[in-house]
């Protein structure tokens, strides 16, 4: 059981807008920066979005990131076949003293 | 070219040990924390552990604590992972990755990763 809950999987059709929540509480997102990770097939993880809402060199801003409160979102518009992955969120957790991830969430462009 | 490269993976009986390198080029390896976040089959990504520029701070999951011992060579730029004790459910790819600048933590290149089963 994660600490940070994600919906298991979302789907959308291509070109549509589909958004990840990540939930957590104060002692994790509530008080700290969220990244967002990218898993394609049999592929290694990639960096999406991090402190909260910025993107790294190369990351089309089709990608996107919000916070607020004890939740986290992921932004994805203009769906593409490609875009068809893992998504996982993650920050600090202060009371664990420890990174943790969500569950992860998996994509489908139908 | 940022370039992490694991090694030392394989098949080990429970209760062995087995230590994971990672061979890092293409950036100031002394000037980053550095972590192993590690996938069993099938299933999400776990963090493992973090280690400061200068190995004088670490963080392990409490899943790892008193078995795993992460630590790093600067003036080879490496960074490694001590496992003993080894258990079934240590069983997954083990992924180095690189902490990278910002507000806070998080991983910004990851290696290919090198998988490492626990079995009799």
């Known amino acids: 059981q994660s600490v940070l809950t994600q919906p298991p999987s979302v789907s959308a059709a291509p070109g549509q807008k589909v958004t990840i929540s990540c939930s957590g509480s104060?002692?994790?997102?509530?008080?700290?920066?969220v990244s967002w990770y990218q898993q394609l097939p049999g592929t290694v993880p990639k960096l999406l979005i991090y402190?909260?809402?910025k993107r790294p060199s190369g990351i089309p801003d089709r990608f996107s990131g919000s916070k607020s409160g004890t939740s986290a979102t992921l932004g994805i518009t203009g769906l593409q076949t490609g875009d068809e992955a893992d998504y996982y969120c993650?920050?600090?957790?202060?009371?664990?003293?420890?990174?943790?991830f969500g569950g992860g969430t998996k994509l489908t462009v139908l | 070219e940022v370039q992490l490269v694991e090694s030392g993976g394989g098949l080990v009986q429970p209760g062995g040990s087995l230590r994971l390198s990672c061979a890092a080029s293409?950036?100031?390896?002394?000037?980053?924390?550095m972590s192993w976040v590690r996938q069993a089959p099938g299933k999400g990504l776990e963090w493992v552990a973090n280690i400061k520029q200068d190995g004088s701070e670490k963080y392990y999951v409490d899943s790892v604590k008193g078995r795993f011992t992460i630590s790093r060579d600067n003036a080879k730029n490496s960074l490694y992972l001590q496992m003993n004790s080894l258990r079934a459910e240590d069983t997954a790819v083990y992924y180095c990755?690189?902490?990278?600048?910002?507000?806070?933590?998080?991983?910004?290149?990851w290696g290919q990763g090198t998988l490492v089963t626990v079995s009799s």
């Open positions: 402190d909260n809402n």
């Open positions: 104060s002692s994790n997102i509530g008080n700290n920066y």
């Open positions: 993650g920050t600090w957790d202060n009371s664990l003293s420890a990174w943790v």
């Open positions: 293409g950036f100031t390896f002394s000037s980053y924390w």
């Open positions: 990755a690189r902490v990278g600048y910002g507000s806070s933590w998080h991983f910004d290149y």
